[in-house]
């Protein structure tokens, strides 16, 4: 168990230069979530336009995991239909129980990353929450 | 000097993540000596039983490891009577008992209960919901910057409205030791009660029931080197017996009738169903321990070992100490500049270093300070200084490691 296989470059990156952080004006739905074991928090807000994710940001409190994890997922759902949506939020669960997914299947190349999790059970749950967040606000619309 | 407490405790001699382990989080829960453990195990493996009911030998041996226990805790606070002590789940379940019995049948619209935002989750919902559930009012003592009160202000507050007072006497965040007796004094004095989690002090301090002249105290087992799963709640005799209980069963009936029921007498009353057998026997065993080792000198270990680590700590630049910067009992909770309490703790975890992180169940307190989480060293007798010289150490590493990875 190495540290750096989890606090790999790209991810620090996000960490620090969040893509997509903030809120707009003309969401289409917005979920809180919180993982009250730990107080981390992230509010997401969608823009849902004929079957397909237009818009996606976040605000947020937590730790470097849990908010780079965030501004990944709001960069590759950006023109994503519901169910391929769905897919990826199925594709990143599997792949923080550690199951050996197909990495090329993101649609963003930073998430493989975020592999290097699922090595730390602790905090798995900081990496799932904004997607959590992603499939409570597709499934409350579609 | 090495700890000569250390070699007791089987757990703290293994290697994390291929360094050898430094448990600081006590405050979660503590580890267990040998004593507790063989105790628990010699009860399963050699008189097993329930308690109260059978008349063979192994239900009187059971009876008597358990009741036994109890006259323990009985000394341990000095309580007047065995009829005062009530074995409970932990902290929670006996905060819940005094806020869902003795609360609800005692308020009404107009009263008042008061606590502080710095109580944990566990002596703050209870009585949230039972202000909501009876129309009483929920009001807050004002804390001062440090996490301590001043009891000038805390005096305007309490009037005759005032029915009872909840507040922690050791904090788990802050560290702070509350006025338990003062505050008594001025709640008594309105004709309210005072109602004290004491989950942090009881292992860390003599707590003296009769000397604070408190109302109720509640404390868990697995946090004063007992297991996990068993809690005191302390209640004064005349309290106790005007409740009602609220958990119904075997063990706590005198007599079922068909349309209605009569009580045992305390401390059973409150005690339906089959009781925490081992966890009692266990928690015995742990207080044994402590009286042995002298709960005056673990007080005074606990509390140099957390002005040392605060020493220490606070020649870290970039790092913030919450709570008071003197009179700090076995913890010391902290950030490390912006590097969220996650990222240190998992960091710390890589060296074999535990400790807490995240809001330590007090979202409100967490408000009150600005922080959305931090995170918490804890001390308890099997730590030394070699201990927090490793946090230190740790500490530095996990800026260095941020300060690399954030460039």
Same mark, same amino acid.
């Given at each position: 168990?190495?540290?750096?296989?989890?606090?790999?470059?790209?991810?620090?990156?996000?960490?620090?230069?969040?893509?997509?952080?903030?809120?707009?004006?003309?969401?289409?739905?917005?979920?809180?979530?919180?993982?009250?074991?730990?107080?981390?928090?992230?509010?997401?807000?969608?823009?849902?336009?004929?079957?397909?994710?237009?818009?996606?940001?976040?605000?947020?409190?937590?730790?470097?995991?849990?908010?780079?994890?965030?501004?990944?997922?709001?960069?590759?759902?950006?023109?994503?239909?519901?169910?391929?949506?769905?897919?990826?939020?199925?594709?990143?669960?599997?792949?923080?129980?550690?199951?050996?997914?197909?990495?090329?299947?993101?649609?963003?190349?930073?998430?493989?990353?975020?592999?290097?999790?699922?090595?730390?059970?602790?905090?798995?749950?900081?990496?799932?929450?904004?997607?959590?967040?992603?499939?409570?606000?597709?499934?409350?619309?579609? | 000097?090495?700890? +000569?407490?250390?070699?007791?405790?089987?757990?703290?001699?293994?290697?994390?993540?291929?360094?050898?382990?430094?448990?600081?989080?006590?405050?979660?829960?503590?580890?267990?000596?040998?004593?507790?453990?063989?105790?628990?195990?010699?009860?399963?493996?050699?008189?097993?039983?329930?308690?109260?009911?059978?008349?063979?030998?192994?239900?009187?041996?059971?009876?008597?490891?358990?009741?036994?226990?109890?006259?323990?805790?009985?000394?341990?606070?000095?309580?007047?009577?065995?009829?005062?002590?009530?074995?409970?789940?932990?902290?929670?379940?006996?905060?819940?008992?005094?806020?869902?019995?003795?609360?609800?049948?005692?308020?009404?619209?107009?009263?008042?209960?008061?606590?502080?935002?710095?109580?944990?989750?566990?002596?703050?919902?209870?009585?949230?919901?039972?202000?909501?559930?009876?129309?009483?009012?929920?009001?807050?003592?004002?804390?001062?910057?440090?996490?301590?009160?001043?009891?000038?202000?805390?005096?305007?507050?309490?009037?005759?409205?005032?029915?009872?007072?909840?507040?922690?006497?050791?904090?788990?965040?802050?560290?702070?030791?509350? +006025?338990?007796?003062?505050?008594?004094?001025?709640?008594?004095?309105?004709?309210?009660?005072?109602?004290?989690?004491?989950?942090?002090?009881?292992?860390?301090?003599?707590?003296?029931?009769?000397?604070?002249?408190?109302?109720?105290?509640?404390?868990?087992?697995?946090?004063?080197?007992?297991?996990?799963?068993?809690?005191?709640?302390?209640?004064?005799?005349?309290?106790?017996?005007?409740?009602?209980?609220?958990?119904?069963?075997?063990?706590?009936?005198?007599?079922?009738?068909?349309?209605?029921?009569?009580?045992?007498?305390? +401390?059973?009353?409150?005690?339906?169903?089959?009781?925490?057998?081992?966890?009692?026997?266990?928690?015995?065993?742990?207080?044994?321990?402590?009286?042995?080792?002298?709960?005056?000198?673990?007080?005074?270990?606990?509390?140099?070992?957390?002005?040392?680590?605060?020493?220490?700590?606070?020649?870290?630049?970039?790092?913030?100490?919450?709570? +008071?910067?003197?009179?700090?009992?076995?913890?010391?909770?902290?950030?490390?500049?912006?590097?969220?309490?996650?990222?240190?703790?998992?960091?710390?975890?890589?060296?074999?270093?535990?400790?807490?992180?995240?809001?330590?169940?007090?979202?409100?307190?967490?408000?009150?300070?600005?922080?959305?989480?931090?995170?918490?060293?804890?001390?308890?007798?099997?730590?030394?200084?070699?201990?927090?010289?490793?946090?230190?150490?740790?500490?530095?590493?996990?800026?260095?490691?941020?300060?690399?990875?954030?460039?």
């Amino acid at each position: 168990m190495s540290l750096d296989d989890l606090y790999r470059r790209v991810i620090m990156d996000h960490y620090q230069h969040p893509r997509n952080k903030g809120t707009f004006e003309d969401g289409t739905v917005s979920i809180e979530l919180n993982n009250p074991t730990c107080g981390d928090r992230i509010s997401l807000q969608l823009h849902l336009e004929e079957g397909k994710i237009t818009k996606a940001m976040f605000t947020g409190e937590g730790c470097s995991i849990s908010l780079s994890s965030a501004s990944m997922m709001t960069e590759a759902v950006k023109g994503l239909t519901y169910e391929q949506a769905l897919e990826l939020v199925d594709l990143f669960s599997r792949m923080m129980l550690g199951e050996d997914v197909d990495v090329e299947k993101f649609p963003l190349e930073d998430i493989e990353a975020l592999t290097g999790v699922a090595k730390f059970p602790a905090r798995i749950k900081c990496a799932t929450l904004a997607w959590k967040a992603l499939e409570k606000g597709v499934n409350e619309h579609k | 000097m090495t700890n +000569p407490w250390k070699k007791d405790f089987p757990i703290l001699h293994q290697q994390v993540n291929g360094h050898p382990l430094v448990y600081l989080d006590s405050g979660a829960t503590s580890q267990k000596p040998y004593p507790v453990i063989e105790a628990m195990s010699q009860y399963y493996e050699g008189y097993n039983s329930n308690v109260h009911r059978g008349v063979h030998t192994l239900g009187t041996k059971a009876t008597d490891g358990f009741e036994g226990a109890r006259e323990k805790i009985r000394k341990f606070i000095n309580a007047k009577s065995v009829q005062e002590i009530i074995y409970t789940r932990g902290t929670t379940t006996a905060i819940n008992l005094v806020a869902s019995s003795y609360a609800r049948m005692n308020l009404q619209p107009g009263d008042e209960i008061i606590t502080t935002v710095a109580e944990h989750h566990s002596n703050f919902i209870p009585w949230q919901q039972a202000a909501k559930a009876t129309g009483a009012t929920f009001k807050f003592f004002p804390l001062e910057a440090d996490g301590t009160l001043d009891l000038a202000k805390v005096a305007e507050m309490i009037t005759p409205q005032t029915k009872v007072i909840a507040i922690h006497h050791l904090s788990n965040v802050m560290g702070t030791v509350q +006025p338990i007796k003062e505050l008594a004094q001025m709640i008594h004095a309105v004709g309210g009660v005072i109602s004290v989690d004491g989950a942090q002090a009881a292992p860390h301090m003599r707590v003296d029931v009769q000397d604070l002249d408190v109302d109720f105290y509640q404390f868990s087992g697995h946090k004063m080197m007992g297991p996990t799963g068993i809690g005191v709640l302390y209640g004064k005799k005349a309290l106790l017996e005007q409740m009602e209980p609220i958990e119904f069963g075997g063990e706590m009936i005198d007599f079922v009738d068909l349309y209605d029921s009569t009580w045992k007498e305390l +401390p059973w009353k409150f005690e339906g169903g089959t009781p925490i057998i081992a966890g009692a026997i266990g928690l015995g065993a742990a207080i044994d321990y402590l009286e042995a080792v002298g709960m005056d000198t673990i007080e005074e270990h606990d509390r140099k070992l957390a002005t040392y680590a605060a020493e220490q700590m606070g020649q870290i630049e970039g790092l913030t100490i919450y709570g +008071p910067k003197s009179e700090r009992t076995g913890l010391v909770t902290f950030n490390l500049g912006d590097v969220h309490p996650h990222d240190v703790a998992t960091v710390l975890d890589a060296e074999g270093i535990a400790v807490r992180a995240g809001h330590h169940c007090c979202q409100p307190l967490m408000r009150w300070l600005k922080a959305s989480a931090t995170a918490r060293a804890s001390f308890y007798l099997y730590n030394d200084e070699s201990d927090i010289d490793a946090l230190v150490k740790g500490l530095k590493k996990t800026k260095e490691y941020f300060g690399h990875v954030f460039r």
